[in-house]
């Protein structure tokens, strides 16, 4: 029986090199001198400091840039509350979101059904989606579905076995 996974992964290498060349434009970019502004990762996040807001949305928009040139999904990024830091300095931390959720992963069933597609069936498996079906083109059917539909996280399709 045919199968394939659904999964939400994030590549930290590319993650990390888009960082460190958001960085490097920075510190070299005339508009951002004197504002001592910086972007750092850590595991799970990152952080954007700089003097202002506008400063700090100009940070966010280089991030974004070199996070698009390196093919993560900008629907990875979970954007926290701009925070007012001392001297009037401004933050802002970046959630890095992997794995399907609970409720992504009810979304995802939900939809699955809702094609109406014959002997297809759907099962959550931790943090993936097992898509199982009776014909390949059945779950070509659902693969395309699934990628014309927004749900508001990266996904990627793998493990596809005949």
Do not use: W
């Not at 199968?3 to 510190?27: G, K, L, W, Y």
């Not at 759907?122 to 395309?144: A, F, I, P, Y």
């Amino acid at each position: 029986m045919p199968t394939f996974d659904v999964t939400s992964e994030v590549d930290m290498q590319e993650v990390r090199n888009a960082v460190d060349q958001a960085s490097r434009e920075i510190v070299a970019r005339f508009d951002f001198k004197g504002t001592d502004s910086s972007v750092e990762l850590s595991e799970d996040s990152i952080a954007l400091n700089s003097s202002n807001e506008d400063r700090l949305t100009a940070l966010r928009q280089v991030l974004q840039e070199k996070l698009v040139k390196r093919s993560v999904s900008l629907k990875a990024l979970d954007y926290g509350d701009v925070e007012e830091a001392s001297g009037g300095r401004a933050r802002q931390h970046v959630a890095l979101s992997a794995g399907i959720s609970s409720d992504k992963a009810k979304e995802l069933n939900k939809f699955i059904k809702a094609l109406g597609i014959k002997g297809i069936q759907s099962s959550t498996q931790g943090d993936q989606l097992r898509v199982n079906g009776k014909k390949r083109d059945s779950l070509q059917e659902v693969m395309q579905a699934i990628k014309e539909h927004d749900f508001d996280i990266p996904l990627q399709f793998g493990n596809f076995r005949d």
